[in-house]
């Protein structure tokens, strides 16, 4: 099984999207998509915040984090 992420940091500083595909290597089949939308809260303050550069440098390729 292949598995494909597509990580996006938009326009907002407190959310990203997630998009994640699964293929069967043998005959290239997509097997499942899946889209999700990330928000990072402050429980504390009960509101969303902004996303920590750790956090990022974990879900994007480390070309894209240089540039």
Do not use: H
């Amino acid at each position: 099984m292949n598995i494909t992420e597509n990580n996006q940091f938009g326009g907002k500083l407190t959310t990203f999207s997630r998009r994640t595909e699964f293929t069967r290597l043998a005959d290239n089949q997509l097997l499942c998509r899946a889209r999700t939308e990330w928000c990072y809260f402050d429980v504390d303050r009960n509101r969303p915040t902004k996303i920590p550069q750790g956090l990022k440098s974990a879900f994007l390729p480390s070309d894209i984090m240089s540039g």
